[in-house]
């Protein structure tokens, strides 16, 4: 069968079994992060600081180690960088099964199991983005980019919602079981395909080199480092706000385990309806229509955070998720469209630290200052500083960058 539109990717048997892979892997990911923000709450009573320091070791592998298994992803095997990084995780996550059946599972060791899971995932990230360039036309990128995206918000909807009830019933044990098994899944699925190399890097230079040539080539292609400042910016004020969403569920509006789920599954929802929108694009944004997703995200997260019920939040956290990821997704086929194929694994090392690696800073911002200020207000005046940026890259953006400038 012939496909179009969004899903012109699908039709590629390399990206299709990328794409299950991730789907399955993502819907442990997402199980077992419920459960760490569930058994922290618990344990702290549902305190923002505890919360954002979780967030923060979670996220932190991001910032430590994109950037060199960016050249990792340049300098060996995609696929072999993948099924390793899957592993890893799954073993990982055994080990939590195995904590939680023994009850060990204390707040500084689900600290530690938090930053052993995002270790595996930064390993995996700047591959496992630059391996759907290969497994599609350049023409189809946009396509695999959003259904990439759509994928992962997908298994925000099916991974909080499978969560609570697997909580409650088989408690956190099974949880992390479960992401074990679908990390080793995802493993096998990837290392059975068979996908172009890529270009590759044949120099004999060094890390830092390699790093630096990365990094020059962001600047180069412009406006690929105002790209990645975005990206930054988005992370840093547009995303913090899921670590406070316990908090928000459990505190303000009272609404307990369901209404958690309830807001992650309604963020998730409206995540892949934006990360599929932005895929219905011929051609990627311009720096300009970029700019103003960004204010439109810092202003529905100010509506988020003035929310006067949990029941129109839920539309609000909808409407946030999608407008979030739609400006994320287009931020990445921006910058993939960009760059040369031996230099993209080290260039999306740059957009993952820009991205992952930004979120444990926010969260552990917004934490900190909820000590004094309480959470909603915070969350507003994250979603103003968006919008800020928005609109001073949108003015910025008036000037003629370069030849390179993605057309709108």
């Known amino acids: 069968m012939i496909l179009s539109g969004p899903l012109v990717a699908l039709q590629h048997r390399a990206f299709a079994v990328i794409l299950s892979s991730l789907v399955v892997s993502q819907a442990g990911f997402w199980m077992s992060t419920v459960t760490f923000q569930w058994l922290i709450a618990k344990q702290s009573a549902t305190n923002p600081l505890t919360l954002g320091i979780l967030a923060f070791f979670n996220y932190l592998p991001l910032l430590l180690f994109s950037v060199p298994c960016g050249y990792l992803a340049d300098r060996f095997d995609r696929t072999r960088i993948i099924v390793c990084g899957w592993l890893s995780i799954g073993a990982i996550a055994g080990l939590l099964a195995a904590g939680s059946k023994l009850d ?3 707040v500084p060791l689900l600290y530690v199991g938090a930053f052993a899971i995002g270790t595996g995932l930064a390993v995996n990230a700047p ?18 980019v959003s259904l ?27 949880v992390y079981a479960l ?24 120099t ?70 934006g990360a599929l929108a932005s895929g219905l694009r011929a051609r990627p944004l311009s720096l300009r229509a970029a700019a103003l997703h960004v204010v439109a995200l810092g202003t529905c997260l100010i509506a988020f955070a003035s929310s006067p019920s949990y029941v129109v939040s839920l539309a609000l956290v909808a409407i946030l998720g999608g407008v979030a990821f739609a400006t994320m997704t287009s931020l990445n086929t921006m910058l993939q469209s960009l760059v040369d194929d031996a230099k993209r694994g080290r260039v999306m090392s740059l957009f993952i630290l820009a991205w992952g690696g930004m979120i444990p800073l926010g969260s552990l911002l917004i934490g900190a200052v909820s000590g004094f200020i309480p959470v909603p207000v915070v969350s507003s005046l994250f979603g103003t500083a968006c919008s800020l940026y928005g609109v001073a890259i949108f003015i910025y953006a008036r000037k003629p960058l370069a030849t390179t400038e993605v057309a709108s």
Request: aromatic share 8%.
């Open 104 to 106: 060990l599972l204390s």
């Open 127 to 144: 591959a496992s983005q630059a391996i759907v360039a290969n497994s599609v036309p350049r023409n189809h990128l946009a396509s695999a």
């Open 148 to 174: 990439q995206s759509a994928g992962q918000n997908l298994m925000r909807v099916a991974g909080p919602a499978l969560a609570t009830p697997a909580l409650t019933k088989l408690g956190a044990t099974f």
């Open 179 to 202: 992401y074990s098994s679908a990390s080793i899944l995802a493993a096998a699925a990837i290392f059975r395909i068979n996908v172009q190399r890529g270009q590759g890097d044949s």
């Open 204 to 273: 004999r230079a060094g890390l830092i080199h390699r790093i630096q040539v990365g990094w020059q080539h962001a600047r180069e292609r412009r406006p690929a480092l105002l790209i990645l400042a975005s990206v930054a910016v988005v992370s840093t004020f547009g995303f913090s706000y899921t670590a406070m969403l316990p908090v928000f569920a459990y505190s303000v509006w009272k609404a307990g385990d369901s209404g958690f789920a309830g807001l992650l599954s309604a963020g998730g929802a409206g995540a892949v309806v």
